[in-house]
């Protein structure tokens, strides 16, 4: 009898330690799956400072985009692995004004909001060219590759979607004129990422996107741009004429806000 009972205490010890260690794996692989891309986050002026100065082992053709944005490989060792390269002096380019500028800009401006959606962007100088250097974002996956903007899970649903209103927002706020699906990624925890943005930023001040929500406090800080904060943000990127388009922009987005307020309600319209 005793035996018999010694015999089904080591059985139910082992199932047990076998269901702990299934527990664990499966929460190790969730973890593992939910990784976040966002790694400059704390760390912005880091991984600008790596950008400005890492060595470049190599350089290679990306294979995608009318202007050619090359992919540098960085020396190991570093925050990251690489970076995108995009040498691209305002002007013209199939129809649309661009420049590398617009990206660090862009940058400026999601700093300046408190986005996050924008990876680390920095002037820099290769091979005796100026342009704009990107933190290679991974892992991620671009909507294009995705087949259309995803569906999020019941956990991520709410913020996936305040996500999509906030980039929207930005878009708008931006003028950005190529918010195509091969520029909106979303890494494994459910974060949105926003990269390309050298057709943005100019005189334009149509709007981008359509929407029914806005994310109030992403809004309050819109309305508290003024030509002042702007210009110490981006001046440096951007004329005193872009610069005021951002404004307007902003106005425009101010009476669609207020028709939508109008039609359906503030309780319906701001996210809180």
């Keep these: 009898m005793r035996v018999t009972r010694r015999i089904a205490a080591v059985s139910f010890l082992f199932t047990l330690t076998l269901a702990l260690s299934s527990g664990t794996a499966r929460a190790q692989a969730g973890a593992a799956e939910e990784v976040s891309a966002k790694i400059w986050l704390g760390k912005a002026p880091e991984m600008e400072e790596y950008l400005k100065t890492a060595e470049i082992v190599k350089i290679e053709d990306v294979g995608r985009g009318v202007t050619n944005p090359k992919r540098a490989h960085l020396a190991p060792g570093g925050p990251f692995e690489s970076m995108a390269w995009k040498p691209l002096r305002p002007g013209m380019y199939s129809g649309f004004w661009e420049s590398y500028k617009a990206e660090i800009a862009a940058y400026e401006i999601d700093k300046l909001l408190g ?134 922009r902003r106005d425009r987005m101010q009476k669609d806000i207020d028709k939508l307020v109008k039609d359906l309600g503030e309780a319906a319209v701001f996210m809180k």
Excluded: Y
């Design 115 to 248: 986005l996050d959606m924008v990876p680390p962007t920095v002037e820099r100088r290769v091979k005796g060219d100026l342009g704009a250097a990107i933190m290679w974002i991974a892992p991620t996956q671009s909507f294009k590759d995705l087949g259309g903007p995803p569906g999020a899970p019941p956990k991520h649903f709410d913020s996936w979607n305040r996500q999509m209103v906030k980039a929207k927002m930005f878009d708008n706020l931006i003028g950005n004129r190529d918010p195509n699906l091969g520029n909106w990624l979303k890494d494994p925890a459910w974060n949105l990422i926003l990269v390309d943005h050298s057709r943005a930023l100019t005189s334009i001040k149509d709007n981008v996107h359509k929407f029914t929500r806005v994310d109030a406090l992403l809004w309050e800080k819109m309305k508290g741009l003024t030509d002042e904060s702007l210009t110490a943000a981006v001046g440096q990127w951007l004329g005193k004429g872009e610069i005021k388009a951002i404004l307007e």
